[in-house]
């Protein structure tokens, strides 16, 4: 993907030892079988050389998944925990707030309120975070699939952003990414696609508002 260069230089620049994987472009591979979209790959590779975090971009740089040295698979929500409890417990967070969307597990929503902080949800889609985040003055918004915003440095996702914030929160409070990991719990959850004749706003449906109010 995009990053398949640059990514390995600005982690060894900043000292780390980095093993590649899907960094042999020909046009045609983008995303094939790595990346975000197959984070078993780096998983697999994070178990059998022993590394500290694995970092999976997608094909465009603009969503990560991590992987702690364990093994387990972290996904946007968890690493938008860590990076919400970090700039908490610096008091960097604006009136205690984190922007995601509909998609994140009710988990992040339970975390923000045990840290007497808010989640603000949006329809799906980074410019619809951004648009919130602006809104009410955030900094810190994302998504479940790894879009991740840091306002104060981008006004877009970037992966490589992202996994360096993680890096940094790592090396300054001398934990792994498995100890960090263990902020959130992430509730079950499952996504079920209802095929429609023709999309409408919710709101606008009364028998979804009485399921919803009933819920």
């Known amino acids: 993907g995009a990053t398949y260069r640059v990514a390995p230089l600005i982690f060894q620049e900043l000292g780390a030892t980095v093993i590649k994987l899907g960094v042999d472009p020909d046009g045609l591979n ?10 078993e790959l780096v998983r697999s590779k994070v178990l059998e050389s022993g590394a500290d975090l694995g970092i999976a971009l997608d094909g465009d740089g603009d969503r990560v998944i991590l ?18 409890n970090d700039f908490l417990t610096k ?5 205690r707030k984190l922007v995601a969307t509909v998609m994140s597990n009710m988990a992040l ?10 989640l603000i949800r949006t ?5 619809n975070v951004v648009e919130a985040m602006r809104k009410h003055k955030c900094i810190l ?22 996994a ?4 940094k929160i790592m090396q300054e409070n001398q934990k792994t ?19 429609v004749e023709r999309k409408v706003p919710f709101d606008s449906v009364p028998e979804i508002q009485r399921c919803t109010s009933e819920a």
């Not at 339970?110 to 902080?117: L, R």
């Open 30 to 39: 983008i995303n094939h079988e790595c990346g975000s979209l197959h984070p």
């Open 67 to 84: 992987v702690d040295e364990k093994g387990k698979i972290l996904d946007g929500d968890q690493v938008m925990a860590i990076c919400a």
């Open 91 to 95: 008091d960097l967070l604006p009136d």
């Open 109 to 118: 929503e339970v975390f923000m309120q045990e840290k007497q902080g808010q």
């Open 123 to 127: 329809p799906v889609g980074d410019r």
């Open 141 to 162: 918004g994302g998504e479940q699939s790894g879009h991740l915003i840091f306002l104060q440095y981008s006004t877009t996702g970037d992966g490589i952003l992202a």
């Open 164 to 167: 360096l914030q993680m890096l």
């Open 177 to 195: 990414a498995s100890e960090l990991a263990t902020l959130l719990e992430l509730f079950p959850q499952k996504l079920v696609n209802v095929p």
